[in-house]
């Protein structure tokens, strides 16, 4: 199943990237910013003298732990390594709320210079644009209502049966869901939210998302569980448009020392206990 071919494929990408450093050194589109301390290597303007160039972040702000508002302030985990990244490269860093699906165009568009939202490396992702070393890990998780027939995740893969699964669009669990139960009974949602929304009314089945934001979709809403067998596990990355090298490079070296020196771990502790 393409599932474990991006895992794999996840894997393989972070062990050649840190290889190649150890020889060589879900709501509108620009709906909010939040600023925190990054960098730009895209910008066709150089800043004024005395101002730090500016990085923007391309994000869908409804992933909980990984960006999410306090208040009007997109936080989370994602939110504060690019914080993170920016200063090591001594720029000031712009996040960007939009949908999920649109990230990967705003990236090639240039309307944004990098997108991070919990984004896995798939093989049609890497066709289109290319991806850093991995961040943080995540898991593909079940919720079904606590009643709910589906008891373990070879429940959906039993004969006979057609259970209806609500995804995110674009994200894994809808390519991953797409490709193993087919496109008739899979219904995306613009957001985990609204995916939720419609299992609760008897809309799906069942929805794939990410385990951390379906803890938080869990506890926000009652007569939900999340199923104790995962549906996949992955790795999450930085996309880059395709043959932007430098900033690539930039951001695999910034992540290279972050994990080095403990920061990111001490970030992603701080919001999964």
Request: proline share 1%.
């Amino acid at each position: 199943m393409k599932k474990f071919f991006a895992v794999l494929l996840a894997t393989v990408l972070m062990l050649s990237c840190v290889a190649v450093f150890a020889a060589c050194d879900k709501k509108d589109d620009n709906k909010t910013t939040a600023d925190t301390t990054a960098a730009d290597t895209t910008a066709d303007t150089a800043p004024v003298e005395g101002e730090k160039a500016v990085l923007k972040m391309g994000t869908n702000a409804y992933f909980q732990p990984y960006e999410f508002y306090e208040g009007e302030k997109i936080i989370g985990i994602d939110a504060e390594i690019a914080a993170a990244i920016a200063e090591k490269l001594g720029m000031t860093l712009e996040i960007v709320d939009m949908e999920f699906d649109s990230i990967i165009t705003a990236v090639n568009a240039g309307s944004v210079d990098f997108g991070m939202a919990g984004m896995t490396v798939t093989e049609d992702r890497l066709k289109e644009i290319d991806f850093s070393v991995s961040y943080a890990n995540g898991v593909q998780a079940i919720i079904v209502k606590e009643d709910s027939a589906i008891a373990h995740v070879d429940d959906l893969y039993a004969e006979g049966a057609s259970y209806k699964v609500g995804v995110q669009l674009g994200t894994t669990g809808d390519i991953y869901a797409t490709d193993d139960f087919g496109k008739d009974n899979v219904t995306t949602y613009s957001n985990g939210n609204e995916a939720v929304l419609a299992l609760k009314g008897g809309s799906v089945d069942c929805v794939i998302i990410d385990n951390e934001p379906a803890k938080a979709l869990v506890a926000a809403n009652p007569g939900l569980k999340i199923l104790e067998t995962t549906y996949a596990n992955e790795d999450y990355a930085i996309c880059v448009k395709k043959g932007n090298s430098d900033l690539l490079d930039k951001i695999n070296a910034a992540i290279v020392d972050l994990t080095e020196d403990g920061t990111i771990a001490g970030i992603v502790a701080k919001y999964i206990k």
